[in-house]
């Protein structure tokens, strides 16, 4: 007779250990069909980041096309070395086993596609926002700036904080901006692809890279690019 | 009293301190020469009104002297243009916006811009005073002034530039509504109205180091000096109001005390009755200064 059986069912369950959240990325590689989709959407990231660092305050200009487009893209390749980087120190911690499928080659791929998918979606509301403001403005609705830098900015201003201080926080906030953007992204594509998920977890859902590590690289890859965007 | 007036002037001057023109002093000595259109006042001791000629008007208590601008006119960094315009219906409250452009000989590539409007109550503010600049004046970045008067998709609101400069006027005239004066529902492509004429979006690092062709947005402007004020007027006697004189407006030279030779300033002067926006005069007023 087993220890375990003896044990009861709410006990058990008490045992077992946390698991920090995963992204969930292994839907976008389980078939060729959505591999497929997938690739193709991938490069949606492009144009959502041109009309983004187009259209914030002190960003490039709208016929800055090269220049733009010449960012986006490198910031695609720093999500490919990212993710090397990523899927090597997890290696490190946790070495891959073949036997189960898991790979090295696997985590990365994995860590591409969560951090493509998770800068794509947190790049769509910010470019949403700006796409909304041009409206709101010829109905003389002034937002400065993407929804949640500018309601920082007056949440700032409404605690009673000086336009100079304010002035010169400005990366700050547009770098809490970016972990909003990044982990709202986060949990609104993990809800919808938890959702979405039809029977038992994959092979490669053990290859996924951690949810919260996601948002923390797009956070502050969000950031570097609106930066080098607004630079003088 | 005379004599104890340009004694203390005197006495200011040796000291080295640099006395303000006072707008109120200015306007009412225009005033009373039933003055009217564009003038220069210059400070008492400016060694530029050596070279005026007889037709100068000095007001040593006031510590300036006005002169209408000529051919060609001496620079002085303390120089202070006053416009008199035609006299408003009391029942109006008087908005102008200036806008100056000046060109140098020694300098160009003017890539900030002043702005001033004061602190002050207007009818559509009574009882609160204007957000404003500190000091009523600030620097902003040209792109930033593009970005907030552009047309279309290329508007981006700058929120220094939204609410320490534009403000609320009557609409209609002497009305109860209100609209901003960077309303574009009310004034539809706000860069015909505002916009710096030949100066164009300067391009970010980034897009230098990564734009593979020139382009001509490469290019720095043509002028050393931009300013753009509102002049807001709501008092019982003839309107008249003040303006900047030319400054250097790049970033490397801001405040400073530089030996710049400006040798042309371009003025356009709107009048802003509501969403009715009227230049005055014919065209921009162009004032030569000396070498």
């Known amino acids: 007779m087993s220890m375990g059986s003896d044990i009861p069912a709410r006990t058990r369950l008490s045992r077992r250990r946390f698991a920090w959240p995963r992204f969930p990325a292994r839907w976008?590689?389980?078939?060729t069909g959505t591999e497929s989709i997938f690739a193709r959407g991938l490069w949606l990231l492009v144009p959502l980041q041109y009309y983004v660092v187009t259209h914030i305050p002190h960003g490039l200009s709208g016929d800055d096309l090269i220049p733009a487009v010449t960012l986006s893209l490198?910031?695609?390749?720093v999500i490919f070395v990212l993710s090397c980087a990523a899927a090597w120190l997890a290696a490190i911690v946790k070495r891959p086993d073949p036997a189960l499928g898991d790979t090295l080659t696997g985590r990365v791929r994995m860590w591409v596609v969560a951090l493509m998918i998770c800068t794509a979606a947190a790049y769509l509301p910010a470019a949403l926002s700006l796409f909304g403001r041009q409206i709101a403005l010829a109905h003389d609705i002034v937002l400065y700036g993407d929804i949640v830098t500018d309601a920082l900015t007056r949440l700032l201003d409404g605690v009673g904080v000086d336009r100079e201080t304010i002035r010169a926080l400005a990366f700050w906030i547009q770098a809490v901006a970016s972990f909003v953007y990044a982990f709202t992204a986060v949990i609104a594509v993990t809800l919808v692809l938890r959702r979405s998920r039809r029977g038992p977890a994959g092979a490669a859902a053990g290859q996924?890279?951690?949810?919260?590590?996601?948002?923390l690289v797009v956070a502050c890859l969000m950031t570097a690019v609106n930066y080098a965007a607004t630079m003088d | 009293m005379r004599q104890a007036a340009i004694s203390t002037l005197l006495l200011l001057q040796l000291c080295g301190t640099a006395r303000a023109i006072d707008d109120a002093g200015?306007?009412?000595?225009?005033?009373?020469?039933?003055?009217?259109?564009?003038?220069?006042?210059y400070p008492f001791f400016s060694p530029a009104l050596a070279k005026l000629d007889a037709s100068k008007t000095c007001d040593a208590v006031g510590g300036f002297c006005l002169v209408k601008p000529g051919r060609l006119n001496p620079f002085d960094d303390g120089a202070r243009f006053y416009f008199v315009p035609a006299a408003i219906?009391?029942?109006?409250?008087g908005v102008w916006h200036i806008r100056t452009q000046t060109q140098a000989r020694n300098l160009d590539g003017a890539d900030q811009a002043y702005l001033a409007r004061g602190a002050i109550n207007t009818r559509c503010s009574p009882t609160q005073l204007l957000e404003s600049f500190p000091g009523g004046a600030s620097y902003v970045p040209v792109n930033d002034y593009i970005d907030h008067h552009a047309a279309g998709s290329d508007a981006r609101p700058i929120r220094e530039i939204g609410q320490q400069f534009h403000f609320e006027i009557q609409d209609p005239p002497g009305g109860p509504a209100c609209i901003r004066t960077d309303s574009r529902r009310a004034f539809g492509d706000l860069s015909r109205i505002y916009g710096f004429a030949d100066v164009a979006r300067r391009q970010k690092r980034l897009a230098r180091f990564l734009s593979f062709v020139g382009t001509a947005a490469a290019a720095p402007t043509p002028y050393a000096g931009l300013s753009s004020e509102f002049a807001y007027y709501d008092r019982p006697e003839p309107p008249c109001f003040g303006f900047a004189g030319p400054k250097p407006t790049r970033t490397e030279y801001l405040g400073e005390s530089i030996d710049w030779k400006p040798y042309l300033t371009t003025i356009w002067i709107k009048r802003l009755r509501g969403r009715e926006v009227t230049s005055v005069g014919p065209g921009p007023i162009s004032v030569s200064w000396a070498p």
């Open chain 2, 89 to 93: 219906p009391r029942t109006e409250e």
């Open chain 1, 28 to 31: 976008a590689v389980e078939n």
């Open chain 1, 208 to 215: 996924e890279p951690g949810a919260i590590s996601v948002g």
């Open chain 1, 74 to 77: 490198m910031a695609v390749a």
């Open chain 2, 26 to 41: 200015v306007c009412g000595d225009l005033r009373n020469m039933g003055a009217s259109g564009l003038y220069l006042a």
